[in-house]
């Protein structure tokens, strides 16, 4: 899959402990070295930061990109283009599926005040909220479902939190309720960033970014270089490019390799109608 002398011997994640990047990290153990250490960091910002700044030679990092309810995480999509500039692009992604839990000391659920998460995970478990509480609950977004968690203490019952049975066991607080999602199929993708380049295998998906002229039909002229070489895109979405109001920066997947024959010919062609590119990563998809 990968160079053996390139294992990582870093990975940043979206922490504190117990959170679900937390949980899935270890789906990419083939691409650490025997010695790796993990860091926690409290923000994607921070996490990108880090990598931009640190010698990223050995370095990697585990975020969320998409949930299959909330649509795409867009602080790690908005960042994505200056990384893969610096060298750092998509070396893998693997799924996880997300099963929020009730977590807190309180002995009934009447008793809870405050209910604290990340906003995603409020958001998926609104009408489980209304129904419980109504509008007699206050709801408090933070950072990501483990700092909910783990800012939880016996001592003020009322505050409750919504995060995963792996993080209430990490930190040792009880799990009220189980799976609250108010959609049950709630599955989050994370990739692995590095600078490690990943072979081709027999499941590769590639990312690009790009903006086009605006005029009609440029968008699809893209679209239709990717349907001439056979590429299946599996994702798609735009952004505004933050420089000028109406112009925007897509954000394409699709399956296949770089050094594949027809994913190489078609990245060329591509390039010949758009105006910014870059190839964010050829990776592997793990189960």
Sequence with gaps: MTDKDRRLNRIFYLGPEGSYSDAVKTKFSDFYADD???????????????????????????????????????????NLFNLAGAGIKITAETTLPVKHSLIGFAKDKCDIKIISSHPQALAQCRNFIFSTWGENIIQEAVLSTSAAVSS????????????????????????????????????????????????????????????????PGALNKVLTILEEFGLNMSYIDSRPSKKKLGEYVFYIDFEGHKDDNNVALCLIKIQQYVKEFELLGSYVVLK
């Design 152 to 215: 939880l203490t016996e001592d003020n019952p009322q505050r409750a939190a919504i995060g995963s049975g792996f993080c209430a066991e990490k930190y040792n607080i009880p799990v009220m309720q189980t799976d609250i999602n108010d959609e049950k199929n709630n599955t989050t993708r994370f990739i692995l960033l590095s600078s490690v380049e990943c072979l081709s295998t027999s499941n590769n998906k590639t990312s690009i970014t790009f903006s086009t002229e605006n005029k």
């Design 36 to 78: 790796c250490k993990f860091l926690p960091y409290s923000s994607i910002i921070g996490i990108i930061k880090a990598l931009e700044s640190e010698d990223a030679q050995n370095t990697g990092a585990v975020i969320p990109i998409e949930n299959s309810i909330e649509g795409v995480v867009r602080e790690t999509v908005d």
